[in-house]
């Protein structure tokens, strides 16, 4: 996905969810949600270049052969990997519950020592 702008995508998650490691980009939502295989090889979920000439993205495209062609069993770690990441509400939404409850909690300590509601 050579994009030169891209504010969220969606085809990167499709592509993880099915275990096609996607190739970005470095911008906008596609460097938040894919983890380059060389700049994090543990927790890599796709392969990440920065530059817009094209000859990075050769040189990235050709990275990724190299993997898928000399280390099969590490691709395939890579793909599951991809596979297991998920994007969906559930834990955003837990987060902001805990945020809200302990800012409540926060107030009401306020309260009840004597310091008022802001």
């Known amino acids: 996905m ?3 702008f891209e504010p969220c995508g969606l085809n990167q ?3 993880m969810a ?8 470095n911008v906008g939502g596609l460097k938040d949600t894919v983890v380059d295989y060389d700049d ?5 979920t796709g392969f990440v270049y920065s530059s817009t000439d094209p000859l ?3 040189v990235k ?3 990724a052969l190299l993997l898928f062609s000399q280390n099969p ?3 395939k770690r890579v793909q599951l990997n991809a596979m297991t990441v998920r994007f969906d509400w ?4 837990q987060s902001y519950l805990e945020l809200y409850q302990s800012m409540l909690e926060h107030e009401a300590d306020r309260a009840t020592h004597g310091q008022g509601v802001s």
Do not use: K
Request: charged share 20%; proline share 9%.
């Open 2 to 4: 050579p994009s030169e």
């Open 13 to 15: 998650m499709y592509s």
């Open 18 to 25: 099915y275990g096609t490691l996607p190739l970005v980009r």
């Open 40 to 44: 994090s090889p543990q927790f890599a």
């Open 56 to 58: 990075a993205l050769l």
């Open 61 to 63: 495209i050709q990275r």
């Open 73 to 75: 069993q590490e691709f």
């Open 90 to 93: 559930e834990e955003s939404a």
